[in-house]
């Protein structure tokens, strides 16, 4: 049994003095109870104890990208589709080995960041050309590695992606390490559950139809069958030319097409969502679906702002992921959220409610929903839930040894956790100590040996 004495902790009933935790060998919280002056010697002795939330969104692969996609393109004004085909030329390179070391280094950085678990929107099943391979699974199982390597808890979700647009027309170039139709999909998902199995107790599978532009609509019907009581993960409504072709072919506006068309309920998450209408943001409220945020990547991509005070006060769940992993950081996501709102509507403070601030308002709904949207018993400190635990030092000049929201606030806005993780557990085990991964160095330099061999010519 491990034992954890918090000075302060962020539970269920709010904010705690003096806790004690401890963690059952099942990796799950076995008693939550306060330390008073008899607690053990031997308990792990923390300042601050938060519930570490899952990023619910990640394409692992791309974080071999980061950086490299900040010129211009040959297009007046750039955008997402510029940035989408330099990602395509950059699949031609990546092998299973690649993969494996780039995913290592992705959720290392997760852990060290603060998060306890990953949701993966995974994509990247074929061989160069669209060639499966003989473990038609082969893919799946290089992220159940690195998940495994890591210590980090995962939710695989193998994505089904069919066609290269509403047209229907198919896939080219790199797209096609993507394809599937349903058939090829429904034995991916076969296999890669069957691995996902053969992983940790607290890993677990979802499935993800990729968006309304890849996948019809007779097979976005078919799938949800496959997933049993699993999530179901989809981009929506990201770019402005993505809600332009949809209306062009379909007829409707994606947000208002899928809750027209779909039975969306609190299995689903919906990426992005940055183009939505007001009665679309309170429609999708009403559902119980995540709505799944990735504010620096939206950033990134110009993709455009998400409707975060409609959806809150219409009692929406929002969680974030890091998405295409150019800069993993928990508090930088959160950060971002809000001053876009901000940006927006030229005010402060637009997150937060009057009886909690900002900060606490965005981590008590990314720790929920972050939970919801992997089908994962965690993002509260309560007794049977999995152990995904962040400790933070409060004696330094970001956090100056606050209390309660204020603290929260600090730790996002003005820290934005610099220097203050120490530590992380994953379904108790303790991956990050002194705010170093316990297998940094081996992870980084399996990651910079790739980088070399794939050179930054793409």
């Given at each position: 049994?491990?034992?954890?004495?918090?000075?302060?902790?962020?539970?269920?009933?709010?904010?705690?003095?003096?806790?004690?935790?401890?963690?059952?060998?099942?990796?799950?919280?076995?008693?939550?109870?306060?330390?008073?002056?008899?607690?053990?010697?031997?308990?792990?002795?923390?300042?601050?104890?938060?519930?570490?939330?899952?990023?619910?969104?990640?394409?692992?692969?791309?974080?071999?990208?980061?950086?490299?996609?900040?010129?211009?393109?040959?297009?007046?004004?750039?955008?997402?589709?510029?940035?989408?085909?330099?990602?395509?030329?950059?699949?031609?390179?990546?092998?299973?080995?690649?993969?494996?070391?780039?995913?290592?280094?992705?959720?290392?950085?997760?852990?060290?960041?603060?998060?306890?678990a990953v949701t993966e929107f995974h994509y990247l099943?074929?061989?160069?050309?669209?060639?499966?391979?003989?473990?038609?699974?082969?893919?799946?199982?290089?992220?159940?590695?690195?998940?495994?390597?890591?210590?980090?808890?995962?939710?695989?979700?193998?994505?089904?992606?069919?066609?290269?647009?509403?047209?229907?027309?198919?896939?080219?170039?790199?797209?096609?390490?993507?394809?599937?139709?349903?058939?090829?999909?429904?034995?991916?998902?076969?296999?890669?559950?069957?691995?996902?199995?053969?992983?940790?107790?607290?890993?677990?599978?979802?499935?993800?139809?990729?968006?309304?532009?890849?996948?019809?609509?007779?097979?976005?019907?078919?799938?949800?069958?496959?997933?049993?009581?699993?999530?179901?993960?989809?981009?929506?409504?990201e770019q402005v030319a993505e809600v332009e072709e949809?209306?062009?072919?379909?007829?409707?506006?994606?947000?208002?097409?899928?809750?027209?068309?779909?039975?969306?309920?609190?299995?689903?998450?919906?990426?992005?969502?940055?183009?939505?209408?007001?009665?679309?943001?309170?429609?999708?409220?009403?559902t119980g679906a995540v709505a799944g945020l990735c504010?620096?990547?939206?950033?990134?991509?110009?993709?455009?702002?998400?409707?975060?005070?409609?959806?809150?006060?219409?009692?929406?769940?929002?969680?974030?992921?890091?998405?295409?992993?150019?800069?993993?950081?928990?508090?930088?996501?959160?950060?971002?959220?809000?001053?876009?709102?901000?940006?927006?509507?030229?005010?402060?403070?637009?997150?937060?409610?009057?009886?909690?601030?900002?900060?606490?308002?965005?981590?008590?709904?990314?720790?929920?929903?972050?939970?919801?949207?992997?089908?994962?018993?965690?993002?509260?400190?309560?007794?049977?839930?999995?152990?995904?635990?962040?400790?933070?030092?409060?004696?330094?000049?970001?956090?100056?040894?606050?209390?309660?929201?204020?603290?929260?606030?600090?730790?996002?806005?003005?820290?934005?956790?610099?220097?203050?993780?120490?530590?992380?557990?994953?379904?108790?085990?303790?991956?990050?100590?002194?705010?170093?991964?316990?297998?940094?160095?081996?992870?980084?330099?399996?990651?910079?040996?790739?980088?070399?061999?794939?050179?930054?010519?793409?």
């Amino acid at each position: 049994m491990k034992e954890i004495h918090a000075s302060q902790a962020l539970t269920t009933s709010g904010w705690v003095n003096d806790l004690s935790v401890s963690i059952g060998e099942d990796g799950r919280i076995a008693h939550v109870s306060p330390a008073g002056s008899a607690a053990k010697v031997a308990a792990e002795r923390v300042d601050l104890l938060l519930p570490a939330p899952v990023n619910l969104h990640s394409h692992a692969f791309q974080r071999a990208m980061a950086g490299l996609t900040e010129t211009r393109g040959p297009d007046p004004r750039d955008s997402f589709w510029t940035w989408r085909r330099l990602m395509y030329r950059f699949l031609d390179r990546l092998t299973p080995d690649h993969v494996e070391a780039i995913a290592a280094l992705a959720f290392m950085e997760m852990l060290e960041a603060g998060y306890g678990a990953v949701t993966e929107f995974h994509y990247l099943h074929h061989d160069v050309g669209g060639r499966p391979y003989a473990n038609l699974a082969e893919m799946a199982e290089r992220i159940r590695a690195a998940a495994e390597a890591t210590g980090i808890g995962l939710t695989l979700l193998p994505v089904l992606y069919t066609y290269g647009g509403c047209d229907r027309r198919p896939l080219e170039g790199g797209q096609k390490r993507f394809g599937c139709n349903t058939d090829l999909y429904a034995d991916l998902f076969a296999d890669s559950a069957a691995s996902i199995a053969k992983g940790r107790g607290d890993f677990g599978i979802g499935i993800a139809p990729h968006s309304l532009r890849a996948v019809s609509p007779e097979a976005l019907a078919s799938v949800q069958t496959l997933g049993s009581d699993g999530p179901i993960h989809m981009h929506l409504a990201e770019q402005v030319a993505e809600v332009e072709e949809l209306e062009t072919h379909i007829g409707a506006r994606p947000v208002d097409w899928l809750l027209a068309n779909t039975a969306v309920d609190d299995r689903w998450c919906l990426i992005h969502c940055t183009q939505m209408t007001r009665n679309e943001t309170n429609a999708l409220a009403a559902t119980g679906a995540v709505a799944g945020l990735c504010p620096i990547t939206e950033s990134s991509l110009g993709d455009g702002i998400f409707n975060g005070p409609t959806f809150r006060d219409a009692g929406g769940k929002f969680g974030v992921g890091s998405d295409s992993n150019i800069h993993i950081s928990l508090w930088e996501e959160l950060a971002t959220l809000e001053y876009s709102q901000r940006l927006r509507d030229r005010s402060r403070a637009v997150m937060a409610e009057p009886e909690r601030s900002t900060g606490r308002v965005l981590y008590d709904a990314i720790a929920q929903a972050g939970a919801q949207a992997a089908g994962r018993s965690s993002g509260q400190i309560a007794e049977g839930q999995i152990a995904d635990l962040i400790a933070i030092s409060t004696d330094n000049e970001w956090l100056c040894n606050r209390r309660g929201d204020t603290l929260l606030d600090s730790l996002i806005f003005t820290g934005r956790g610099r220097n203050c993780v120490t530590d992380v557990w994953s379904a108790g085990r303790h991956m990050v100590n002194d705010g170093r991964h316990t297998s940094r160095d081996a992870i980084v330099s399996a990651y910079a040996s790739v980088v070399k061999e794939l050179g930054q010519d793409i």
